[in-house]
């Protein structure tokens, strides 16, 4: 790889950290609204701007740029077109960010949806076009192109709330239930395939010992059992029989899934730690541990008891949306990132930036368990909304020494 090629990759992962860094800054001003005056904002307006640019701004932009690297890596081509893309993309997700909190889902912010959404269109296209001529084996490739069809199915979601908007239809459950499509098909589809094709693909490229045949078995589960997990999302209405016969044989194969990633991990886990540096080891092990709690988690869903408890409480709901998205997707690819030396990791503030963030989204989880139980029996947790601020504070602190040290050194080794 020419060493301009590298400079951009670096660029456009620096650029996600910033992303990340708003999205936690987004995150300090729900929980202060939450716990303290805040006039002028509105509150859901602020929480579909979090939402919106922590799946475009962060997560899209740095599993693009991951799977850009991957793709350079390869043998591909990475022409000026991706650039066109990563630009837009970055279009689409501050026009989101700027427009939300001022007028929820309104014509601004829809356009700019909308923009993200030909963004995956456009982007499918083209890097299934790009991977088919690269030497990569056949088992990435159905891991990157799985993740390239739930990001466009995904998109369904944004256009059924629009004709619900449009329409001026009052159902809470065909609106919940579009909202739960386009989250299903973002973190279960393109996400989590978008993670375990870079996975895999370190594992290829390091020559690291994954046994052909239980990775295959994997990823057929899981792939198999992504389309239907989405009834798991249904549960909360209480909806015919079907659905739950649907729901429970998609978590069966979920726990299959989930046996089969553990025998994977286990059989070569001696080789990957001699090969991964004490950073990227803790961050992926706090990954890989959240990604077998997340699939533990959904297939617990389909018990009926357990599925009210998950829908009732919202510390549950939050607690399980951050376990993914900050413990298992961010732990990720910020560990992906230090591998690759796409990150400067040498600077003494970003030694201290890690494990201020890591210790933020830990002690985030405990408490949101914490007030899970609590709800349960009928209490609220004592200065939840307090302590949660100062949660989401260490996470945005810890993020901004990693950030700012990103323009002190030259990359050294993590």
């Known amino acids: ?39 002028g904002l509105n509150y859901k307006f602020l929480l579909h701007a979090h939402s919106h640019f922590a799946f ?22 990475v022409n000026k077109t991706y650039s066109y893309q990563f630009w837009l993309l970055q279009t689409a997700s501050f026009g989101m960010l700027l427009s939300f909190p001022f007028e929820g889902y309104g014509p601004v912010s829809i356009f700019f949806s909308v923009l993200s ?48 908007k449009s329409h001026k239809l ?23 395939f978008g993670v375990l094709a870079l996975f895999f693909f370190t594992a290829h490229y390091y020559k690291l010992p994954i046994n052909d045949k239980k990775g295959r078995m994997f990823f057929w589960f899981l792939v198999t059992a992504c389309v239907p997990a989405y009834c798991l999302s249904l549960l909360w209405m209480d909806p015919p029989y079907w659905v739950f016969a649907i729901a429970a044989g998609a978590a069966c194969l979920q726990v299959a899934a989930l046996v089969l990633f553990l025998l994977l991990v286990r059989s070569s886990w001696t080789h990957w730690s001699l090969l991964l540096p004490f950073q990227t080891k803790l961050f992926w092990g706090l990954a890989y541990l959240a990604f077998l709690i997340k699939l533990t988690l959904q297939a617990l869903s389909v018990i009926p008891f357990l599925g009210r408890f998950a829908f009732g409480f919202r510390p549950v709901i939050i607690g399980y949306l951050h376990l993914v998205t900050l413990g298992f997707l961010s732990f990720f690819l910020v560990g992906y990132f230090i ?27 405990f408490l949101l368990l914490l007030q899970a139980l609590w709800a349960i029996n009928g209490n609220n947790l004592p200065y939840a909304p307090l302590l949660l601020l100062g949660a989401a504070t260490i996470i945005f602190c810890g993020l901004a020494l990693m950030f700012i040290d990103q323009f002190k050194e030259k990359n050294q080794p993590g």
């Open 1 to 39: 790889m020419i060493g301009t090629e590298f400079e951009k990759f670096r660029r456009w992962s620096v650029l996600s950290l910033l992303n990340l860094v708003l999205v936690s800054l987004l995150g300090i001003l729900l929980r202060y609204k939450i716990a303290l005056p805040l006039p």
């Open 56 to 77: 475009a701004g962060w997560i899209s932009t740095a599993l693009f740029t991951a799977l850009l690297y991957l793709l350079s890596r390869s043998g591909g081509r």
């Open 117 to 164: 959404i030909i963004f995956s269109w456009w982007f499918t296209w083209q890097y299934w076009k790009d991977i088919g001529i690269t030497d990569l084996p056949p088992s990435i490739k159905r891991w990157i192109r799985a993740a390239l069809f739930f990001f466009v199915l995904s998109g369904a979601g944004p256009f059924l709330l629009a004709y619900i």
């Open 170 to 192: 009052v159902s809470p459950e065909l609106y919940y239930n579009s909202v739960y499509l386009f989250l299903h098909f973002q973190y279960n589809g393109w996400f989590s």
């Open 339 to 365: 591998h690759e030396k796409l990150l400067c990791t040498g600077p003494s503030g970003w030694k201290k930036g890690w494990g201020i963030f890591i210790s933020g989204v830990l002690l985030n989880e």
